[in-house]
């Protein structure tokens, strides 16, 4: 991928340096040659610790393992992170790292894309010096990483020689970066310095960081870690503590910025490059010898190093498992503690995911300003009235994670959170949540943990919305086998096993095929079929019903145009359309690209809808239903009465049609037969003038009920079953109006 061109800001005061006839070797790797340029004329003539530079160059990673293999003394390694590939770079750290060995050479990552590699996976595996974004090195800032980076290299290079002191102060600057956070850090550098100069492990450390006070000397400094009688002192401000002889020895280290030594104590002065001050004290004298000085400022070099890589982390782990938005942990954070829980194996832990009923049309109405908001007052209400006994993290979105023990997270008590409304602004805001919720014991880690939640959470969304839902085995196995059915129907559809049958649809009152609906079938590899009741709400839940039915319009559509001209009179052709489907942006263009294709035109088309699309935003729908009936397009509610109806909501929107479900005319053939709903659905049609079709009509019985109460027009196995299209054709040409038919209505038998 390639990176923009590096370029360096003039800087005034850039620092003079000692002249020497020695050259210190920097090698660039970069795949853009501006890079190289701009790096040599930035700092080309500059003296680096009293030394000029010489540069070598590499223009990708194995280039630059070649030259690395040969050219030895290398003093800083400029690596831009991505190059040939996104993890070129790193790559080549563990390689010069690890194959090659080479741990004296100094290495500074540069990206011109920040986000593209893992800064603290990469400063915490391996030894890299500094981590900058080529947009803030500015020549001076260049040179000042570079220093940092040489002199750092120029001393590892001086213990090799002399060996004195070497392991040690590896080991200490090796133990220290890894270290997360000023206060592990602090407590690290006491055990370190402590060993390397042989005292008692008795001290402690003053932090000040880069945003502390200006007054006093004083002011700012704060004890960050302590030990041995010093332990009382911790997290006290230096001018609290009531020891003026410590409590001097640490101004007079801050102000002259130096090692100051007596003869019961010895103080030592850090600095960061991000002006952080550290000023550790350790209640023993030590004897300076000549020796011990290059030793401590060796340390010192590492330990600036290791104090701006904690800074850095720090910083990389307050975005890492910080929700910034409710102020607290995050999904990461969240995970991190039941991995703690699970280490400890403690009994009786649960984990709950929570999840704000309908939140995204509430987002939607309101704004994401006010979402926002409310999602901040669901996490304050959280904290303040369950945090003090659990683990609670802000997961994504609307969704919250409660960990802790069951008792103190039963369904009830985590659902009476939300019984009184959230006040934003001048507006209350009424809110129900949904509960998934998996236990630890016996789980091997928090990511199948946190899966198991969230199986539950989406299966109480489904079912039990407002509800509760715990994990069980029989979810895993059915989520199991849902993903299998959903590779199975993308791998069926793309190799064509799916394809479309059609069911006549007869006039009750002649007895003539008045149009077909087309419906999608499913048979695969091992020639079984799988019922449209099972892939169809899978294709719905993962989008690919659009794909789906983009491909029915069109393939119905076709057959409705032949149809059209075999019969030489129009046939309707009706296919069903999901909610999803019909919410889609590009549905009213997928509609004008199947008739265009089929060259049908829009009257020969029938959508089915299912009265849960009608309960959508009822503006928006009535809205596209008119412009679809505007173009010609007929609409028929599908499976009516079997969902939630609303009257109101029928009379409003333009549709042509209702139809009785077939679980309604199965009851027609009972003895007498239960005729109460459909009777009530033909009285409705015919009252808002709407043509009612009945499906799965079966016996001749019921065709004479429907055609007595003027039901227009009705479908099932009486007729036909569902027909291929070879079949379609052939049934068509032996097809004859029943008997029946040639009777006027009568009473039913």
Request: charged share 25%.
């Amino acid at each position: 991928m390639t990176e923009k061109p590096m370029f360096f800001a003039e800087e005034q005061d850039a620092p003079a340096l000692d002249p020497s006839s020695q050259r210190w070797r920097i090698l660039i790797i970069d795949d853009e040659r501006d890079v190289h340029e701009a790096t040599e004329l930035a700092i080309g003539r500059e003296r680096v610790c009293g030394r000029p530079i010489e540069f070598l160059h590499a223009y990708n990673a194995l280039q630059a393992s070649e030259l690395l293999r040969t050219q030895h003394d290398i003093a800083v390694i400029l690596l831009d992170v991505v190059m040939e590939s996104e993890s070129a770079g790193l790559e080549l750290v563990r390689i010069i790292r690890e194959e090659l060995s080479i741990q004296a050479s100094r290495i500074v990552l540069r990206t011109g894309q920040p986000g593209y590699a893992p800064e603290l996976e990469a400063i915490t595996r391996y030894e890299i010096n500094d981590y900058k974004s080529k947009s803030e090195l500015t020549r001076n800032k260049l040179v000042t990483s570079l220093t940092t980076a040489i002199r750092s290299y120029a001393q590892i290079r001086a213990l090799e020689i002399s060996k004195k002191g070497l392991e040690t102060i590896i080991r200490a600057s090796r133990a220290l970066i890894y270290l997360h956070g000023y206060q592990e850090f602090a407590n690290g550098l006491i055990i370190q310095l402590t060993g390397l100069l042989g005292v008692h492990e008795e001290g402690l450390v003053c932090a000040k960081r880069k945003e502390g006070h200006e007054g006093n000397a004083e002011e700012g400094f704060k004890v960050i870690a302590a030990a041995g009688k010093c332990h009382a002192l911790i997290d006290q401000d230096l001018g609290q503590i009531d020891n003026p002889r410590l409590v001097n020895a640490i101004i007079e280290a801050a102000q002259s910025k130096q090692f100051t030594f007596s003869a019961d104590y010895t103080c030592l002065y850090f600095e960061a490059p991000d002006q952080s001050e550290l000023v550790v004290y350790l209640a023993s004298g030590i004897e300076v010898a000549p020796e011990l000085i290059p030793l401590l400022e060796m340390f010192s070099t590492n330990i600036a190093a290791c104090m701006d890589n904690v800074a850095l982390l720090e910083r990389q782990h307050i975005f890492a498992y910080h929700d910034a938005l409710c102020d607290l942990p995050n999904r990461l954070s969240f995970l991190q503690s039941i991995d703690d829980y699970l280490k400890r194996n403690t009994a009786g832990l649960v984990a709950v995911l929570i999840d704000i009923d309908h939140f995204s049309q509430l987002n939607d109405t309101l704004g994401t300003e006010t979402g926002d908001e409310i999602i901040r007052a669901v996490g304050q209400r959280l904290k303040e009235q369950m945090g003090h006994h659990l683990c609670l993290a802000r997961i994504s979105g609307d969704s919250f994670g409660l960990l802790g023990l069951g008792s103190n997270l039963s369904p009830m008590l985590v659902k009476g959170v939300f019984e009184y409304p959230f006040c934003i602004g001048d507006h209350s805001h009424t809110l129900s949540i949904t509960q998934g919720r998996a236990a630890l014991m016996g789980q091997r880690s928090s990511a199948d943990v946190l899966a198991q939640a969230s199986m539950a959470l989406k299966r109480a969304k489904l079912t039990l919305r407002g509800g509760s839902q715990e994990f069980h085995a029989d979810l895993l196995k059915e989520t199991e086998n849902r993903v299998q059915l959903l590779q199975n129907l993308r791998r069926s559809f793309s190799e064509e096993r799916l394809y479309m049958v059609y069911q006549p649809k007869i006039e009750l009152t002649t007895g003539a095929v008045s149009g077909f609906e087309a419906l999608m079938r499913w048979k695969r590899e091992d020639g079984q079929f799988v019922p449209p009741l099972e892939f169809i709400p899978i294709a719905e839940s993962s989008g690919m019903i659009v794909a789906l039915g983009e491909w029915a319009l069109r393939t119905a559509l076709i057959e409705a145009v032949l149809l059209t001209k075999r019969l030489k009179q129009p046939i309707t052709m009706a296919v069903n359309v999901s909610v999803v489907q019909f919410a889609h942006p590009g549905f009213r263009q997928v509609l004008s690209s199947a008739l265009e294709a089929a060259d049908a035109t829009p009257d020969l088309l029938e959508l089915e809808v299912t009265e849960s699309v009608a309960m959508q935003d009822i503006s928006k729908v009535r809205s596209q239903l008119e412009a679809l009936r505007d173009l010609g397009i007929r609409i028929s509610i599908d499976d009516f009465g079997t969902g939630f109806s609303s009257l109101t909501y029928l009379e409003n929107l333009p549709v042509n049609a209702l139809k009785i479900d077939k679980s309604f005319v199965d009851r027609l053939r009972e003895t007498p037969p239960e005729d109460r709903i459909p009777e009530t659905i033909l009285h409705l049609g015919h009252v808002l003038k709407l043509e009612v079709i009945a499906e799965g009509v079966e016996t001749e019985a019921q065709v004479h009920w429907l055609r007595n109460r003027n039901c227009q027009q009705a479908q099932g196995y009486f007729f036909s079953p569902p027909l291929t299209r070879d079949q379609l054709y052939h049934w068509l040409t032996d097809y004859q109006v029943a008997d029946l038919f040639k009777q006027p209505p009568g009473d039913p038998l």
